[in-house]
């Protein structure tokens, strides 16, 4: 039976919409934060406040390239909090050429959107990390993560950048001989470790509960969670977690011997001199770091932020004990290549199992795989399976296997004109930003739309405050649980619907060479 939502519920969240607590009519939005005093701006309609282009670290360029992010450079007066900070630097790939152009190495700057704006309230706070494989795109910049209609629920956004590719990820053996943690590379996630610091020393003075903290993001950004999730660096700075369409491959991680020598073959490709590398490699200009490692977004195993993959602490139940919401979309990131290169890719990922996975995808004869009508082709199957969905519903049964309440779903809905959902599709209905140009996600939304965003944001924020997504008028969202593997679907229809066993035979198959001990994989 579907379960709808009825009109009544709609009305009363739209009317909690419309009706934040109000502002006083002078208030001059000036508030003291680490560094010294920004004055932020009131958003129409007195639904709250927006404090934007924060400082969080100081800008991490010349001598605090490749370093651990330093403390905030205090500034004399007030400082005006109206604008973005600039995308982190990155290289063009095409579909995020303006942000690239646009893009500074001076770039640890963090949005406040706030229901109330400076206020002795202890809202619950949300921080939201930007997907973009950890080589592109941004936070501020990006207009879909525009905050009013996710703080018209009652909670306190945070959304934060951070250092990529490169300038995030780069290891060196002079960085390790430097550091006093003898650790390299992690910059990035050291970066969204000082946000999440800032946050806990700062958030108060915005309406925010520094004891309620949600970090939450996509792709990269919920590779990201994962990984913050492992840290013993983050430990105790977030309470709850959602991870959307993304794990981190067991490849994205590596000892920091490797990290070192990729970073040396880099150096090389500079001409950096023997002796002292780091005075050299700091002098280059951005664009010519780019250019030559334009693809470096590993994370590093430094003893330091991380003492293992992200994989093998989530396999072996060390990682942070939070509430966690994980799902995925019906269809991700197709993957490339031929019939032929899949079948390859089947049998170096299953091994001895590669039989059983080459029947399930079609490809045990010489006939054509079946199109899926809500999966899709081969392609867009086996690139989803591997990355994303299976991986995904897989760790969050290890999280709920370690104690933890885990609630998994799936995102089907298509944004027309596109036939299929695609990867980020889910964003504009997280956020409630819905425009037809001019963003990330674009397209022809309708009232369905809408009406399902209302339900997702519920969902969303009712997690972030009391670490269950579920609440009075939604369809009921069942609790993760290894045994009935139930989860909860956003429909092509924009229904909501429950469901079991998400790609059934597809998923087990990966289960059980995912749960095999780490050595036998």
Known sequence: MKLKTSACFFLALCMAWAEPPAMSADSDLVVG??????????????????????????????????????????????READQPGPPPA???????????????????????????????????????????????????????????????????????????????????PAL??????????????????AALQWVRDNIAKFGGDP?????????????????????????????????????????????????????????????????????????????????????????????????SSPNEVWLDKREAPVPLIIGSNAVEIPSSGSIEDIKASIRDTFGDLAPKALALYGLAGNGQPAVDPLYGDLQDQWGSDLYFRCPSIIHGEWHQAAGNRVWQYEFDRAIAPHPRVQHSSELPYVFGNFRSKGGMVTGEFTDADRKLSTIIQAYWTNFAKTGNPNGPGLPQWPDCDGQERKYLVFTTTADVLPGQNEHGAFCDLFRELMNRPAAAQ
């Open 176 to 193: 390790t001989r430097e550091s006093p943690h003898h650790a390299a590379g992690n910059y990035g996630l050291l970066d969204q470790i």
């Open 211 to 307: 004891g309620n903290v949600t970090i939450f993001g996509q792709s990269a950004g919920s590779w990201d969670i994962m990984a913050l999730m492992s840290s013993p660096l983050a430990r105790g700075l977030f309470h709850r977690a959602i991870a959307e369409s993304g794990v981190p491959p067991k490849n994205l991680s590596r000892p920091l011997r490797e990290a070192e020598q990729a970073g040396v073959l880099v150096a090389d490709k500079l001409h950096a001199p023997a002796q002292d590398p780091l005075a050299f490699l700091r002098s280059v200009p951005p664009a010519e770091l780019l250019k030559a490692g334009p693809d470096i977004n590993t994370f590093t195993i430094d003893d330091w932020v991380l003492s």
């Open 90 to 172: 990155q290289p063009s790939f095409g579909w995020n050429e303006q942000m690239a152009a646009d893009s500074r190495e001076d770039c640890l700057y963090l949005d406040v959107w706030t229901p109330t704006g400076p206020s002795p309230a202890r809202n619950p706070v949300m921080v939201w990390i930007h997907g973009g494989a950890n080589t592109a795109l941004a936070g501020g910049y990006e207009p879909i993560y525009d905050g009013r209609a996710l703080i018209g629920h009652g909670v306190v956004l945070v959304v934060i950048d951070y250092r990529l590719g490169i300038f995030g990820f780069f290891a060196h």
């Open 33 to 78: 934060v680490t560094g010294g005093l920004v004055r932020g701006r009131r958003l129409p309609e007195a639904r709250g406040a927006a404090f934007r282009g924060i400082p969080f670290a100081a800008p991490p360029v010349g001598d605090l390239r490749w370093r651990e992010p330093m403390p905030v450079i205090s500034w004399q007066g007030i």
